[in-house]
């Protein structure tokens, strides 16, 4: 389905209700200081399935339900989550296959995030079974506005599971002729060559992480479990609600997934957008965050994508966490707006008690009220978006284009040789991409495989490869 | 029972007749050493469970019938050790379950030395087994006048036992209420909500280091298992030898156990101290050193502590192993006595001939005779100390006090954001330490659970959390 | 058997035809450059098992056939390998014993090249199998020059039968005597007595790297099982062609193998020689080179050696990797032969289109053809070598030695104490030969069993352990 804008720049962000389901009355106040921040949209339930199916079969919708509720009743659209980016306690207890296995060959136990194997069987089921349950329940629900699917995919699992899905991916890419992978991976040296698909197993420190054909085989076909796995989160999302958009949060230029190729999959691209101000070169970091919005807006051919984290104040994951100066956060808003946003939303609404984010800022701090200086400048810039209304939907044509292909990146990770210490090619685009940015230069960020013709230039930097077709693309 | 100071300070260290057990005649040349070096205490037997049970049930008493008899002939005392720090090879090799799982799930092989589980019944009815062999054995003899038990624990244990042991920990912390728990550790953030006691694990790399709560728990687990297993090794010693005083020496302010809890369970404080006088920064380390000294002081309630080890000489552990400039080990003498400590103990007595600490200072070198200047400088200090014995068993009253808390250390190591870089709450002590020592200002270093009443001025670094009841008692 | 020189130096390099086998049309131009190269040396078959023994015992000789004839009718001799440093996929599949185990304990998967146990049988049988049936094939043929056994034996093994290896090496070298063995490792320490010969495991972090002799031990164990393997792989070699030498080659001063003991089961030393001109202190890297190429001369008592390896352009291994300036290569080639090589070979004849070498520096660079700087310089050495023929086989005579021993080299790195960050035993050796080199005085490298007689000087750098009878040697 195609994405329509709002008649608005959505203004919101994470709310995670179900960590204080203890304390329903705090929800109360969450609608009353949304107000005051001029918020017009929550995603809720992103890592709720604990709450949601306590045990297996047994469901408890009802916190949410009042909760999307509240929203609609307050004016707030709800960005519904589905719940796969972690599982609950009891479900790696019973189905251990759920959890991912590491290179060492040994399986994970509960705990963290993404922590899913993406070829399980069991845990593909489980989830196509808790996003059918949601889909169902709030399919006529008017706070639904769109689907937030899992969150922030990444990572890799070396299971047995995932050793054969490999090998299957292989064989459909190479046409069941292990000869044609044997000579385009140039196995005969170090009498590499296979004589069975069941003699490759994935690239890791106890196997070879010397194949540079084999790892960048492997770099793709993660890749592709994970838009795998998407999809089959799809498939009851797509049946019981068409209508309602689909997209997943992407972060910056995470190199573990071709996002030009998950992008193809989302109704709208989204992003979680955390410059490093702390680094003290702003107009250094706001060049690295324009570059990602262009990346981002480039994916869908210039259509508005959504900026869906930010944070209004610290995070917590970066070695020094400080707090921006004053209007810094504003100005990375309309940045957003200014490079095709539609959005600009937050993480987190109320910052947790407890947890790895405890001290992740947030719309509302630990002290609970509006009067600081965070609270003060999201609700600033909310009326801010209230006055670009206009901006909404509307698209800027580039005439100029970096060639960045996540494959190209793999590629070049993976060979051995050459100046080992400064082989980076993010940095290399970044370089090319900074002049046009200081000029003003309207640019987009394309892929290998996007259309060159309407473009005036395009800068390919360490073109390692060419893809099929690509140099009669350049050519003409 | 409480401890009585001796009428003089105790001049000694650890003494290992069992290396030389082929050679037994090297006894007599350490007895005719030991009067030249003013010495009138030696810990024995802290590793010498191979020689004193070769094997199972077999047992071999004798070699130390005779060295503690030839100390008490030659007006020494013995501080005689139980040998759980290491186990032998027999024990290890056929009950596995006596060594240490590491985090990646797999169990130690044998090797070095502590790496027993604390929880393991096996080990633990070994070790009751011995220590009673030892009590009954040397109960009576004149020269025993402490017992030593084991040798600076440390480290954890991740085995099924271990596991299993936490969860009984856990339960009994929280009244066996699963609920309480989640609802303490927040674990509604990123579904992390348990619904069954066995689904906790222990926090390690292949499980969850992003819980605060599970890490501090854990902290605390270990802790507390460390000290349950010392109070199996008394339960012999305070049976047979109710009045012979017990210690455990520990080490620097080391972050693993809360060695202010620990101290409770013990007759006298002691610990082994290591300056890293190779800096060069003699008054920074001299002050560090005095703060430590503090510690230990303050965690009897002022009652004088041992200064079990230290070395005549140089280590082996530290990056540089240099000789200190003469002088500075007396020095180093007087500054323990000054702040408390009832004892100038050295590690060791003898350099080994092989194994991992052949090149650690001794009293007395591989040259095996007393003409060099690290002998010279004991036997000089062994002389100064007799003309300070009046000082033995004397007290220092402090006005000051800083608050350290093993718990707020751990608390704040287990959090995520801010300034990664710069979150040292020992440093942060440290620095607040500083200028009451640079002005001769008696200072205490105290826990949250200490009594508050007696100082003039508390200082309370990175006062991260409050302990039940201590809001109160501040405010007092 | 004694290695007669050629009555020329030798040019040439390893020559991976088997990775063409799909293209053998380029052999012919292969040899076409060879020519214009002044190549006249070729080393063949070094990773070659995949395709000579495609499945188990089936076996496929004609592409070798042919290159071994194209060989010599070009006026090029072979020197041929055997195919053991890296092993077929069928291989290590069926017989997963031939694979290495690490000290994590678990056994390595597929892949890189020097992944086997020394100590398996399968493996040993395997590699004597198809070592026969090489030399059975090309006794008579008129290329074959020498045999190259393997390449660059390195690295260790941890499984169950290594294991046992080394408990059975141990008992030889104690007689049997598990008591001796406890006494002089000193294991009186820390309670490391052992009882029973199963109680000694091999050092690694997850046992012990805290025993010295252990460690020391071990390390003599690991060399002497890499020397056992290449013994095997002599067996067919030695009965089917007692006239054809073998060497293997070696690493410079690599530290996993005592290289004077090996040089003594071969009949001419050869090694591979890739100097760090990217560090950019050329006459330091040059002194450095001169050092080792002095080493591997006196393995045999100044007997020419093999420069058996070396780049003509840049390598891929090298955190930066530079193309030398024009001249160097050909500067390095003579440096050889001036330190008494009879050989300059280059890896590799041709740049592979693929693998973890592909950007490896080639003679035949990736365009295929001789006109670029690389190859001419080859050709200029190739001429100039030919105008230095009566080189091949000359001596020189040193009046001057350093003293470097391997066993000295693992005893210094596997003992605790002292300047831990600056304890390097080759450093300091090399310390002592520059100033030497600087003045051009000849200079042997010779270990602790070699013969001192005939030097004036002879320097002894960081002289750790006294070997039996060389005190006695020193003192003459």
Request: proline share 5%.
């Amino acid at each position: 389905m195609t994405y329509q804008s709002e008649k608005h720049i959505v203004h919101g962000g994470d709310y995670n209700p179900d960590q204080w389901f203890r304390t329903p009355e705090i929800w109360d106040e969450d609608m009353r200081l949304m107000k005051l921040a001029h918020i017009n949209s929550a995603t809720v339930g992103i890592f709720a399935w604990a709450l949601l199916e306590p045990s297996e079969g047994e469901y408890n919708f009802g916190w949410l339900d009042t909760v999307m509720d509240k929203l609609h009743e307050n004016g707030v659209d709800a960005i519904l989550a589905t719940p796969s980016g972690a599982r609950p306690a009891w479900l790696a207890q019973k189905y251990p296959e759920v959890l991912r296995v590491r290179e060492d060959g040994v399986r994970n136990e509960f705990g963290v995030r993404h922590n899913h194997c993406p070829t399980s069987p069991v845990y593909r089921e489980k989830v196509r079974n808790i996003n059918r349950l949601l889909a169902a329940r709030y399919k006529n629900h008017p706070a639904l506005k769109m689907w937030h699917v899992s969150n922030e995919y990444s990572g890799e699992c070396h299971c047995g599971l995932c050793q054969q899905a490999f090998r299957s991916w292989l064989k459909k890419e190479y046409g069941n002729d292990l000869e044609a992978l044997n000579a385009r991976w140039w196995n005969g040296f170090w009498s590499h060559t296979y004589t069975d698909w069941d003699q490759i197993v994935s690239p890791k420190y106890r196997s070879d992480l010397e194949v540079p054909a084999l790892r960048l085989a492997w770099r793709r076909f993660v890749s592709d479990s994970h838009i795998d796995f998407y999809k089959n989160e799809l498939v009851p999302l797509r049946e019981i609600t068409p209508e309602v958009p689909v997209t997943t949060n992407f972060m910056r230029m995470y190199d573990g997934i071709d996002y030009q190729k998950f992008a193809r999959e989302t109704d709208l691209v989204s992003w979680d957008n955390y410059p490093a101000w702390e680094k003290g070169d702003n107009p250094g970091v706001a060049a690295e965050t324009a570059f990602v919005h262009d990346a981002f807006r480039s994916m869908k051919g210039g259509q508005p994508f959504y900026m869906m984290e930010s944070t209004p104040s610290i995070v917590n994951h970066h070695p020094v966490n400080k707090l921006p100066r004053p209007g810094l956060q504003e100005l990375a808003a309309v940045q957003a707006v200014a490079h095709g946003a539609d959005s600009v939303q937050y993480f987190q609404w109320r910052k947790c008690r407890g947890g790895h984010e405890k001290y992740h800022g947030a719309v509302v701090d630990h002290c609970g009220h509006e009067h600081n200086r965070v609270f003060q400048e999201v609700a600033h810039t909310g009326q801010m978006l209230e006055k670009l209304a206009a901006a909404a939907g509307t698209r800027c044509t580039a005439d100029a284009a970096i060639l960045y292909d996540w494959e190209y990146d793999w590629a070049i990770k993976g060979f051995c040789g050459f100046n080992t210490l400064r082989r980076d090619y993010l940095a290399e685009c970044l370089r090319w991409h900074r002049p046009l940015w200081d000029r003003g230069i309207c640019t987009d960020v394309i892929s290998m495989d996007d259309d060159f013709s309407g473009y005036r230039l395009i800068i390919a930097p360490f073109l390692y490869m060419l893809k099929d077709g690509a140099e009669e693309k350049i050519r003409r």
